[in-house]
């Protein structure tokens, strides 16, 4: 058996490596940095992080914690005013609500007035989680964020956000 010599064509083009740079330089954000958009989104992801971090004792999300608050708050209402409420979208709601129905958190009955719709209330596992949520929330997640900017910044953003969630 004979082998032939590949020929130049054949041969698998070699790339020289690249010449490490000794530090990569940041990459230049331009008109990112001022666009409010960017930036709020910025934030909330690193908000939701101290929010997991926080309540990972508890396994709750801060979409889930706002469920189990709304309805401390309003005990027997529909699961479409919650959903619209917390501008959840209806079958990620349902997902939503088929987890924290399996971890006895909240239950979901027919309505004694409308039967195509349920009512949702807190359980009474679902009052206590809530409660060691809240203390878990005020006293790390929020108890932060009022240390990083501030008593007085940190009520004037929760105006500003307020203000461009209704208004805009």
């Known amino acids: 058996m004979t082998v032939s010599k590949m020929s130049d064509i ?18 230049q954000m331009g008109e990112l940095s001022e666009l409010l958009g960017y930036s709020l989104k910025r934030a909330q992801l690193k908000v939701f992080e101290d929010f997991l971090r926080c309540m990972a004792p508890l396994q709750l999300t801060p979409a889930q914690f706002s469920v189990l608050l709304l309805l401390d708050h309003n005990p027997g209402r ?3 005013e919650i959903a619209n409420t917390l501008g959840i979208l209806r079958p990620n709601f349902v997902a939503m609500l088929d987890a924290l129905e399996s971890r006895d958190l909240l239950t979901r009955m027919r309505s004694p007035n409308d039967r195509r719709s349920h009512v949702l209330t807190l359980t ?3 009052g206590a989680t809530l409660t060691r949520a809240k203390k878990l929330v005020a006293t790390k997640h929020e108890a ?19 203000i461009i969630a209704q208004d805009f």
Request: charged share 20%; glycine share 6%; net charge negative.
């Open 144 to 162: 932060r964020l009022i240390e990083l900017l501030g008593p007085a910044n940190h009520v004037a953003l929760l105006g500003m956000l307020a």
């Open 10 to 27: 054949d041969q698998p083009k070699r790339v020289p490596p690249m010449e490490a740079a000794p530090e990569y330089a940041a990459l």
């Open 124 to 126: 009474d596992k679902g």
């Open 78 to 80: 529909n699961q479409t």
